[in-house]
């Protein structure tokens, strides 16, 4: 466990690789500039932007500003932008190019001269996965990773997709893990960086009422939803090749999967937290090709509405073959072979193109025996608890109670807590978090090897399930503007359950 006390001060050059691409723009400069406006980014810390545009410093400060505004928008604060630019440098090679990483490292060290940063680096892979595998090797080839005692430190930060199946995962962890040791390899979630995320945790181990009643004794079901409203954007290469299976299963909701399902750690520590997500993973059940025929459903989605703006199918979007048969919607039955968890399905739902944007976690538990009120109201509702991960933040208790008056009626009600209403301050961006884990060497809300290699097991026997043929044959669509294909409600129904709605 590297967890570093405030008192620590942190020391690095941030070097972004891909400096000039979305990510950059979008989340990790964003992200800096909130750190910067909110006084927490040390004092000794700078950032080099690499990338292929040919940029002067200037130019590449400038290129992020608009974007950078629109990311941050209100909260933008002209005075920390000024402070952080003023720190951020940029340089222009391609990755292949050993030249560039020469030039790189003399860089550097005139950076940690005149920024007093030690010779502690963060590499920030924010590129596309082909070119991972070069630029760590290039890095040690040309001394830019040192990792010895008196040289400070290298840690390596590396985005999703971490391979597209287990076997380039493992061949690449192997070439990243014979350069940078695990502790200074950062796997990248973003998602557990989330305020509501890291959250779930909190709930179920701080609270007797939640910890005592989750199991299969008490609950009925678990349904995870991560429902988005955008389409393919500009991601059509990418996004043909991973689909929603490697795009969201693969790691952020397999990653909620195992927050909700762990067992209580030993301690917070790093490693025992990490211990007992990847027990919920070894302990996925199988998906035998029965299995996977009846509880997974794959879709696409068709021309639609999204508030009241027509949007095209995913088969007319830029860079996407007309014929493609590629998931943007998946929905899944998951049983956890363990004694918490036997016979509790866990229903997983994603998908672009869908009603509203919503992340969320459902807990329905069981009913009581229906003997008391059952004859006079019928069923009753079944209690539900809520976490709300976004866009709205926050939990919510869904009981029965009694109508009050003369009315001798009941009807369910709601313990609502509204983090993003109760705390007035807004939550950190999860990149806010995962970066200054990052300079202080906490690994935590970043994924271990052997989570990864789990994970990806259990998605690779669904994606060899899909061959060509199986591909073709096993997708539905959906209308844009919907909450997805029949076959995703039938999924339930078949089990006489229903979706919980996440809207409002
Ligand atoms: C990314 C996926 O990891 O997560 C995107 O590649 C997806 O396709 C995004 O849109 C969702 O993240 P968030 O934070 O907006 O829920």
Excluded at 321 to 336: N, Q, V, Y
């Amino acid at each position: 466990m590297r967890r570093l006390t405030q008192q620590q001060p942190i020391r690095a050059v941030l070097v972004i690789f891909g400096g000039t691409g979305d990510l950059t723009s979008r989340k990790l400069i964003p992200a800096l500039h909130n750190l910067k406006a909110k006084g927490a980014l040390p004092e000794h810390f700078a950032v080099v932007g690499v990338g292929r545009r040919d940029l002067s410093d200037e130019g590449f400060r400038e290129s992020l500003y608009p974007t950078l505004s629109r990311a941050v928008g209100e909260n933008l604060r002209d005075d920390a932008w000024a402070r952080l630019k003023e720190r951020i440098v940029y340089r222009r090679f391609d990755f292949q190019d050993e030249q560039g990483y020469k030039g790189l490292r003399e860089l550097l060290e005139q950076m940690d001269e005149a920024y007093q940063t030690g010779g502690n680096r963060i590499y920030y892979l924010a590129v596309a996965p082909e070119h991972f595998e070069v630029i760590v090797d290039k890095l040690q080839a040309n001394g830019l990773v040192r990792n010895r005692d008196g040289w400070g430190w290298q840690r390596v930060v590396i985005e999703k997709p971490f391979g597209r199946d287990l076997t380039s995962a493992r061949r690449l962890n192997q070439k990243i893990t014979a350069i940078f040791t695990e502790a200074n390899t950062f796997r990248i979630d973003h998602y557990l960086g989330k305020e509501m995320i890291q959250n779930i945790m909190v709930l179920r181990f701080a609270n007797p009422l939640f910890e005592a009643v989750w199991n299969n004794k008490h609950i009925d079901n678990i349904q995870i939803s991560a429902t988005e409203t955008v389409g393919v954007e500009t991601r059509a290469g990418y996004y043909e090749q991973a689909g929603a299976l490697r795009d969201m299963l693969q790691n952020h909701l397999l990653q909620l999967l195992t927050l909700t399902g762990m067992e209580p750690p030993v301690s917070l520590a790093t490693e025992a937290v990490r211990d007992e997500k990847v027990k919920v993973l070894r302990a996925l059940r199988a998906l035998t090709p029965e299995r996977m025929a009846a509880d997974v459903v794959r879709a696409q989605y068709d021309r639609g509405r999204i508030e009241d703006r027509r949007v095209a199918a995913y088969r007319e979007e830029k860079g996407i073959s007309p014929t493609s048969t590629t998931d943007t919607f998946l929905a899944l039955k998951l049983g956890i072979d363990n004694f918490r968890w036997a016979g509790v399905p866990f229903y997983i739902r994603t998908g672009k193109r869908l009603r509203a944007k919503s992340t969320d976690i459902i807990i329905q538990f069981k009913n009581l025996p229906q003997i008391l009120y059952a004859k006079e109201h019928g069923a009753l509702q079944p209690d539900i608890l809520i976490i709300r991960i976004q866009p709205k933040e926050g939990v919510y208790f869904q009981f029965n109670a009694k109508k009050p008056g003369m009315d001798p009626g009941i009807s369910p009600v709601k313990m609502d807590f509204c983090q993003n209403c109760d705390f007035e301050s807004n939550s950190p961006e999860a990149y806010e978090k995962l970066l200054l884990d990052v300079m202080r060497g906490d690994s935590t809300l970043f994924t271990r090897w052997d989570e990864v290699e789990y994970s990806w097991k259990f998605v690779d026997q669904i994606a060899q399930a899909w061959g060509e043929e199986e591909k073709a044959s096993s997708l539905t669509t959906y209308a844009a503007g919907t909450w997805g294909p029949a076959a995703a409600n039938e999924l339930l129904a078949r089990d006489e359950r229903d979706w919980w709605s996440v809207e409002g």
